[in-house]
């Protein structure tokens, strides 16, 4: 969990999961041999793509804004059985889902 403050607002940025890393290909299967190379060794350098499912909680005033929201707790079928942890995740943040007022999805 990272935190930045910027005046009276807070936002947390929070991992509700960690799929396990995947062949560069899979995330980037459009892309050509000479964008390959360079974005490999930047963004795979073992070969593997790794990502998170991130979700920001902006606290402002009293209200919480969740900007995304995961991928659920429930084991996902389309992701090979991972779940999410957003609950933990908030709460280690001193957050609970009850204090949401909004969400955006990107």
């Not at 935190?3 to 050509?32: E, N, V």
């Amino acid at each position: 969990m990272r935190k930045i403050q910027f005046g009276d607002a807070t936002l947390f940025t929070l991992t509700d999961a960690r799929p396990p890393p995947a062949d560069f290909r899979y995330a980037f299967a459009a892309h050509t041999a000479d964008f390959d190379a360079p974005a490999r060794q930047i963004w795979a350098p073992d070969g593997l793509f790794h990502t998170r499912f991130a979700v920001h909680a902006l606290v402002q005033g009293g209200a919480v804004t969740l900007i995304d929201a995961g991928i659920g707790p429930e084991p996902s079928a389309y992701f090979n059985g991972l779940g999410g942890r957003l609950d933990a995740e908030l709460a280690q943040a001193g957050l609970d889902a009850a204090m949401v007022t909004r969400v955006v999805f990107t």
